[in-house]
């Protein structure tokens, strides 16, 4: 793959602020110069990741995880550094040249680009047969406006679109663009026989005679489809019978990771806006149409950790709507206990006896005001679960009350917090009408039962807490040294000449980027700190730096604390030698004069060494 210039690269660095490149990804709040969130690198409840845009990097004080644009993106995305640059470059509108050519063709952009581009084309593809003036354009249009009673607006909206009934115009398309045959082969729009060579004929649409909802991921990229039968769904479609059918998973769709409406709802909630998580996609785009614009729902599959843990970055309250049947109602109760492990404040939104309510044809008669009502009488995570499990405590046995109870506790055990749990069980007592501690007794029995002495298996292993930016503890010498070398680089040529090579452990990251610094340094190759990039090997490294850069110096001293940094170095050589010696001259005791006599002198200079140690002066 072409190499991009390093002039393009530094351009990149100065004109994108990382801040509009992590706010796409985590939800930021200001916190003095910096903005904070929650690591999207790992789990956690109290944001510990922080951004500096002055400074242009991340540093997460939990994992640990830190670096600058092309960093996030290539960990957040899974791009290697290239590619990762062109996205960059590709969304904020910044030019970029290749050392060879004018840039990569299309067979040598990666898998995963190529894949998204093709979504992009197909998206577009499907919107023009929806307004085509065809047919059977009319026909979904008048599907769309009057059965499905949405506006057009709202079709443009979310990009809705048409797969033609029999065409192989899109296949046709994609060939004409020359996109590879790998990408063609895995993109899941089209039917292909291994081992087959893909010509208009092999290229068998998987979507035909269907209404196309574009699915996109939380950053707004078109990433797969589902697709709506009608009524001129061909009668030879294999999956003629099944109202929804959604793209296969591919390199760049996971359904377990995908929340559909995600990359537009995050951008709505705030506080008293929480999300709002309904059963499917017509139910978000109804209450998308209403003017609640924080509903999100799961992509064609049950709920899973990983798309809670998604919404977690972004706030933390969602309202759970799901249909009143039974068996909406056993999704939420399943929902419950996965979202108090993701650290989730859960509301649940239920009409009473409303059985065979749901949200799309809730909000379709009565408006925004329907939510406005249900949240009058919004039920929390225990009383929803109690009144689910049990719906008439008054009249129901000890039995009946003892299995709903042991029920409840498999949900409280997922709530991390001593205080939520003894809440929750507080909370269960009234609304199971029993007397609280023997509820509170009973769980304590249940819960050492299945813990054996052990942290409850189901409760998820959560990090310790991170230790704060002013708490961290001290670093090694070496890398307390690299940290003055990057904050100040007036030091470094001092520092440079009073340093022995093999001063430095060069076992340790730290030790072996100090040691190439002070070479470069000392050969005149020394980039500067703006350029440092060009003398970092691997990822690794780029980590150590970008974190050691986004910590501030907080030094009254630079130039004392790089004394004592020397001094240290000093000693941790100095000393065993000493020692050595001293072992040395007791164990010849008086048996060789000549000896003795180069030994005790050899001490001598080591000693005087320590008392004199290698000073850096205010000229320097």
């Not at 951008?267 to 017509?282: A, N, T, Y």
């Not at 029993?434 to 998820?460: H, M, W």
């Not at 850069?549 to 941790?572: I, S, T, V, W």
Request: aromatic share 8%.
């Amino acid at each position: 793959m072409p190499i991009i210039k390093e002039r393009s690269i530094q351009d990149l660095k100065q004109r994108v602020n990382i801040h509009d490149v992590v706010a796409r990804v985590v939800s930021l709040k200001k916190a003095g110069a910096r903005f904070k969130g929650l690591c999207p690198f790992h789990q956690e409840k109290t944001p510990s990741f922080h951004v500096s845009p002055e400074k242009g990097f991340y540093k997460c004080f939990g994992c640990g995880k830190a670096g600058d644009i092309f960093t996030f993106v290539m960990e957040t995305e899974g791009l290697p550094f290239t590619e990762a640059a062109e996205a960059l470059a590709q969304r904020f509108a910044v030019p970029i040249e290749y050392d060879e050519g004018a840039g990569p063709s299309l067979a040598e952009r990666s898998l995963r680009q190529e894949l998204f581009d093709l979504h992009e084309l197909a998206a577009d593809f499907y919107r023009q047969a929806f307004l085509a003036p065809t047919p059977n354009g009319e026909r979904i249009r008048q599907y769309w406006t009057q059965q499905r009673r949405f506006g057009l607006d709202l079709a443009d909206e979310f990009r809705i679109g048409l797969a033609p009934a029999d065409d192989s115009s899109l296949a046709a398309l994609f060939l004409k663009r020359r996109f590879s045959d790998e990408a063609l082969r895995q993109c899941g729009l089209f039917f292909v026989r291994e081992g087959a060579v893909l010509t208009l004929g092999s290229l068998r649409p998987r979507f035909r005679g269907r209404l196309m909802i574009p699915i996109r991921d939380h950053q707004g990229r078109v990433v797969a489809f589902t697709a709506r039968q009608l009524e001129f769904t061909p009668a030879d479609d294999p999956a003629r019978e099944a109202k929804y059918v959604n793209s296969p998973e591919t390199p760049i769709f996971t359904k377990g990771h995908l929340l559909f409406n995600l990359d537009r709802a995050r951008s709505h909630v705030g506080e008293g806006r929480p999300f709002v998580l309904v059963e499917g996609q017509i139910d978000a785009m109804r209450c998308w149409s209403v003017g609640l614009k924080t509903a999100i729902a799961p992509q064609g599959t049950s709920i899973t950790d990983g798309q809670l843990v998604l919404l977690r970055r972004y706030h933390p309250q969602v309202e759970c709507f799901f249909d009143s049947d039974s068996a909406g109602q056993n999704a939420a109760l399943r929902f419950l206990p996965m979202a108090l492990r993701a650290g989730l404040e859960v509301r649940f939104l239920k009409l009473a006896g409303a059985e065979k309510l749901d949200p799309d044809l809730l909000f379709l008669e009565r408006g925004l005001a329907a939510y406005e009502e249900l949240r009058r009488i919004a039920l929390s995570a225990m009383d929803f679960a109690c009144r689910t499990l049990l719906p008439a405590p008054e009249t129901a046995s000890a039995e009946a009350k003892s299995r709903a109870a042991q029920t409840v506790f498999e949900i409280i055990r997922a709530a991390e917090s001593e205080v939520t749990r003894s809440e929750f069980i507080a909370e269960a007592a009234r609304h199971l009408r029993l007397p609280v501690a023997a509820l509170q007794r009973d769980f304590q029995t249940a819960s050492a039962a299945i813990a054996r002495g052990q942290r409850f298996p189901d409760r998820p292993n959560s990090p310790s807490p991170p230790p704060s930016p002013v708490e961290a503890p001290g670093k090694p010498t070496e890398e307390h040294l690299l940290f003055l070398c990057l904050h100040h680089e007036e030091l470094l040529a001092g520092i440079a000449t009073r340093i022995p090579a093999n001063w430095i452990d060069s076992t340790t990251l730290s030790g072996r980027l100090l040691r190439r610094f002070l070479a470069e340094f000392r050969e005149h190759n020394w980039p500067g700190r703006e350029h440092i990039d060009q003398l970092l090997e691997n990822q690794e490294e780029k980590t150590l730096v970008a974190s050691l850069l986004f910590d501030p110096p907080n030094l009254d001293d630079p130039l004392k604390a790089a004394n004592e940094g020397l001094r240290a170095l000093q000693r941790r050589n100095i000393e065993p030698l000493l020692r050595q010696l001293e072992l040395e001259i007791a164990h010849k005791g008086t048996n060789s004069d000549a000896d003795i006599l180069l030994l005790l002198k050899q001490r001598t200079e080591l000693k005087q060494q320590l008392l004199h140690p290698p000073r850096l002066s205010q000229a320097v």
